[in-house]
């Protein structure tokens, strides 16, 4: 595959009192000067990057760059022996896309380190479909099961379930043989129908969901994914059977935890935090080879909406006001 001598980007820059977002042609004498030039084919949108265009939390750490913390593609040029010329690769994480310029263009150049080997059998538009969101997933659910949750052990709960993270969890989970439950805020009929058409048995909207909970609860989920925190997470760990799991990656809803030692104490319930940024390469490529298998097709389909690169600043804005449901991938070359 050979270098375009041009090639569409969208770059972030500070204009005078706001950041400003534009498509731009750029050459490969623009990028970064990394040791991998990747032809890019997908990348996605997702809550962090819709927070950095919003120059919330400070998700840009260098201006001007080119967003995007994921991608899929093929190298054209290559100085590191681990990857050659027509290699099919994925990036997730690293900070690609905060410290380092990303995958919102036709073109991209990675650290080596950052990146792996796009597994067999799978395409990059199934790579993106999946993207960080459903890699983040597939770490959360092996987290459960590592702490012994099994199908048998009794209900999950998956939290932000209309959300990426949370949708491919509870499509993985389903598609594993748990029992999920998916909590969402919507009371619209489609939305729980949605849920279930990607493997939700039962839907959670409770306004109890936003309010405190006491310090333990009835006991009703065996495992639970969390993307959300703060008082939610609260009342998941009140809620937890004797000997659960809570794995965690999110804080939509605050970085706070009004909780208590009881449910730890009393219930011997487990909180386990998953990062998906710098999770050590094994790991991620072990999480990418059971998505291989571990979420179907069907699911995939349902979770997600592609859109063209210049798509991508509007929707960001949807994706902070809570009006996108599922997960979002951007053909840069649209």
């Known amino acids: 595959m050979a270098r375009n001598d041009s090639f569409k980007a969208l770059v972030v820059e500070q204009g005078e009192n706001e950041l400003v977002t534009s498509l731009k042609q750029l050459t490969v004498a623009d990028l970064p000067d990394e040791d991998v030039l990747i032809q890019v084919d997908y990348s996605t949108l997702n809550y962090k990057e819709g927070l950095g265009f919003a120059n919330r939390n400070k998700i840009f750490r260098i201006l001007p760059i080119v967003p995007g913390v994921d991608l899929a593609g093929t190298v054209i040029e290559s100085k590191s022996l681990a990857f050659n010329a027509d290699d099919k690769v994925i990036l997730n994480g690293w900070s690609v896309g905060e410290r380092y310029w990303g995958g919102y263009a036709q073109q991209a150049k990675i650290k080596s380190d950052f990146l792996i080997h796009l597994p067999q059998g799978m395409d990059t538009k199934k790579a993106m479909h999946i993207g960080t969101a459903g890699y983040t997933a597939m770490l959360l659910v092996m987290t459960l099961e590592e702490a012994g949750v099994t ?107 009004p909780t208590t030692v009881m449910p730890f104490i009393l219930r011997g319930v487990s909180l386990r935090g998953v990062d998906s940024v710098c999770c050590p390469t094994p790991r991620r490529k072990a999480a990418w080879e059971r998505l291989r298998t571990d979420i179907t097709d069907s699911a995939l389909e349902t979770i997600n909406t592609v859109i063209p690169l210049a798509e991508v600043p509007r929707y960001a804005k949807e994706l902070l006001a809570g009006n996108i449901t599922g997960h979002v991938v951007v053909d840069v070359n649209a």
């Open 151 to 257: 199908p048998d052990s009794g209900p999950i709960l998956v939290t932000g379930a209309t959300g990426g993270v949370g949708g491919n969890a509870v499509a993985i989970l389903s598609k594993l043989g748990y029992e999920v439950t998916a909590l969402t805020r919507s009371q619209q009929p489609s939305i729980h129908e949605y849920l279930k058409k990607i493997g939700a048995q039962e839907v959670a909207c409770g306004e109890e969901w936003f309010k405190p909970s006491a310090p333990l609860e009835s006991q009703k989920w065996a495992g639970a994914v969390d993307n959300v925190g703060s008082i939610v997470l609260a009342r998941i760990l009140a809620e937890m059977k004797y000997g659960g799991c809570v794995a965690a990656c999110g804080l939509a809803a605050g970085y706070d935890l």
